[in-house]
């Protein structure tokens, strides 16, 4: 039987493949990213995290199942303290939580979550989550098996993404998202979906966000 998660990798294979084939992504695996565009991106990453530890406190609010509400809130306290640690390590001790004005991208793609989580159903703000364990899970294990990981600056960053434990976080979310689009009706499903698609996209803009170094236009 073909779950929701199966059709959603599908429906993004477009923009899976243009993630593998960015020019951060590429820089990246072989080390040759600008330490200032990698900066760029650890800190409107941080400030990301920011929101999306919140977003994950309010599925774990909104969820149903004991066990479920628990990964959601656990993962809200990983996002706040484990990932945090790695954003440290390369910005340096406290700059990390230091006030950073979010990128245009990154307001855009917090906004979408935020509106999930306030005026569609569970099914949509689970499904508006995914992308950010899945697509990062995806990423880790591409440069993982593609970078050159010796000397490479940057190893760190592929080896956190790429670790099992990470991959086994991920399995845990899409294994939620699942439940939770089969429990509702056709059209909250539809709704999860585009919701799922829109995060998937934000998650290449902000990858392209960071090579640019965007700022506000005014």
């Known amino acids: 039987m073909t779950t929701f998660t199966d059709q959603a990798w599908q429906e993004i294979a477009p923009i899976i493949t243009a993630i593998e084939q960015h020019p951060f992504v590429h820089a990246l695996g072989d080390g040759s990213l600008a330490e200032q565009t990698f900066q760029y991106y650890m800190s409107q990453d941080a400030a990301y995290l920011h929101h999306y530890s919140r977003m994950l406190a309010l599925a774990a609010s909104q969820a149903t199942d004991p066990a479920d509400s628990l990964f959601w809130a656990n993962s809200s306290m990983t996002a706040n303290s484990v990932e945090l640690k790695l954003h440290e390590s390369f910005l340096g001790e406290g700059l990390a939580t230091t006030e950073v004005e979010p990128s245009p991208t990154c307001t855009a793609y917090t906004s979408h979550q935020a509106m999930q989580g306030s005026t569609g159903s569970y099914a949509c703000l689970a499904a508006s989550l995914l992308p950010c364990f899945w697509i990062y899970e995806h990423v ?56 799922f698609v829109t995060s998937s996209r934000y998650e290449w803009m902000f990858w392209d966000a960071a090579w640019r170094r965007e700022e506000w236009p005014v």
């Open 140 to 195: 880790g294990r591409h440069l993982l098996a593609t970078a050159q990981l010796e000397q490479n600056p940057y190893r760190a960053w592929i080896e956190s993404y790429s670790d099992p434990g990470f991959a086994e976080s991920s399995a845990r979310a899409r294994g939620i998202v699942d439940r939770a689009c089969s429990a509702t009706g056709a059209a909250d499903r539809t709704a999860a979906m585009a919701s």
